[in-house]
């Protein structure tokens, strides 16, 4: 059976996805595509190998998804994980076309059944987690939680030297929106603690009642679709500043609170005590957000 693990990384928010390959064992190899720094940092982190590339000046990244996919599908490795982010996205979804692996997004964790791959990704906006098995290859998005690793002696590593493909873009939608989010005093976002997109309405009678512009968290806009992906905030979206963010059924994933990095009072609401936004938030309210906002709408119009 081959048990080959291989995980392309595209930006800083990479240990969740190491992670999760790590957790079936086996060797891993690790594609890094970005600066030298990046690569040393993953070497570090316990993967057998380290392929690197990194892109020539003025060249994005995403040019060398066609080539790297090459690179990809002549190891054949059964499990292939990229991280979330826009990089991560176009290599892995390149590469599992030529691999003809299964793609599946929202993954939260893998694990081996005999001959079978288990991927459980979140479901139902978050409220729940299902389990699928396959016997084929399958690529994953990573969508979890970040984690810390322990270092380790430094992997060896090989640099890919590699064409990019000739590139050209084209609008299918506007480029630029107008969200109103760059200069908002209040932002109330939300995430998959919000059940069902009948919920949303919701969320906004709050941010409605507070004057503030509605947000929310990649998964949001760019799995589910409950909301423009003009206004999902993170490392690869909105990176604003308001006077107030209130976080709605957000865990506080790194990428996601990298684009509130600048905001001057982070407020939250989630019914898990753990979630790690406490962490960072000035004021929490731990409790069912189904219960907290229709309190907080009629303390605002009191």
């Not at 057998?48 to 066609?66: H, K, N, R, S």
């Not at 806009?221 to 992906?229: P, Q, R, S, V």
Request: glycine share 10%; net charge negative.
């Amino acid at each position: 059976m081959n048990t080959a693990s291989w995980v392309l990384i595209g930006s800083e928010a990479w240990r969740g996805a190491l992670a999760a390959v790590q957790s079936l064992g086996g060797a891993v190899t690790a594609v890094v595509v970005g600066p030298r720094e990046l690569a040393d940092d993953v070497a570090t982190a316990g993967p057998a190998e380290v392929l690197w590339l990194e892109p020539a000046d003025g060249i994005p990244a995403e040019a060398y998804a066609e080539t790297l996919a090459a690179v990809v599908t002549a190891a054949a490795p059964r499990v292939l994980v990229a991280t979330s982010d826009p990089i991560g996205r176009v290599l892995l979804g390149s590469a599992s076309a030529q691999l003809h692996a299964r793609l599946v997004p929202g993954v939260v964790g893998l694990a081996w059944d005999g001959e079978k791959v288990l991927v459980q990704r979140a479901a139902v906006g978050g409220a729940t987690i299902e389990t699928l098995a396959t016997d084929g290859p399958v690529a994953a998005i990573y969508a979890g939680d970040e984690v810390s690793l322990p270092a380790s002696a430094p992997a060896p590593m090989s640099r890919l030297d590699l064409v990019p493909a000739a590139m050209r873009v084209v609008a299918s939608e506007p480029l630029a929106v107008a969200t109103g989010l760059d200069d908002a005093e209040r932002v109330v976002s939300f995430g998959r603690g919000v059940h069902a997109k009948d919920d949303v309405s919701l969320v906004r009678g709050l941010a409605e009642a507070l004057d503030a512009e509605l947000a929310c968290s990649m998964p949001i806009a760019d799995d589910l679709g409950w909301l423009e992906k003009s206004r999902y905030v993170g490392r690869s979206g909105n990176h604003i500043t308001p006077a107030l963010y209130l976080a709605v059924g957000i865990a506080g994933a790194a990428q996601h609170m990298e684009g509130v990095r600048g905001a001057k009072v982070v407020a939250a609401i989630n019914s898990d005590p753990e979630a790690r936004i406490f962490q960072t938030a000035d004021y929490g309210i731990v409790g069912d957000l189904y219960e907290v906002i229709p309190a907080l709408i009629a303390e605002v119009h009191k």
